[in-house]
């Protein structure tokens, strides 16, 4: 039970899926101008981690290796994450109008958000068990989530304070992201 802990804990905060692994980049910088919007992203992009991560572990097990096509795992992850995408899409126009009409052209660009691939690949790579991909998944969809509801609290922050005219917009919000690409990286050597 340890190692699913220090697992689920580790994704979170030592293998950062943006600040450690810079995977997902797009949607930390286009969506984190808003709390609200970036609480949407998370949720909706930890849904799909979270479910990417079982599905294409059982895919590829019970399908892809039983059939001895294990090099179209791409392939599989893509089409699989792209379904659950297009039904978080959905369920997000039913349920809150507004949130998709303010996560825009992010929304279905989760699909090829480059952090929910690489979860389903590492999982693969690591060779996981069903438990541990999950672990993974939750703990990887948990960090991406933090990192980017922290990002769009300082954005909001940031735009009350004097910053210089060259650092305004983008450059301001890099150097952030870089600072707290550093903190995360205090949590390196936390767990293995």
Known sequence: MTEYILLFIGAIFVHNVILTRFLGICPFLGV???????????????????????ITYLAYNLILVSLGLEYLYNIVFILVIASLVQLVEMIIQKTSPALYQALGVY????TTNC???????INMQEKYN?????ANGVGTALGFFVAIVLLAGIREKIEYNDVPESFKGYPIVLVTAGLMAIAFFGFTGLIK
Request: aromatic residues 2%; without cysteine.
């Open 115 to 121: 952090a929910v691939l690489g979860v389903a690949v």
């Open 32 to 54: 984190s101008k808003k709390i609200e919007t970036s609480i949407g992203m998370g949720i909706a992009v930890t849904f799909v981690i979270t479910l990417a991560s079982i």
């Open 130 to 134: 069903l438990l541990k991909a999950t």
């Open 107 to 110: 929304l279905p660009l989760i």
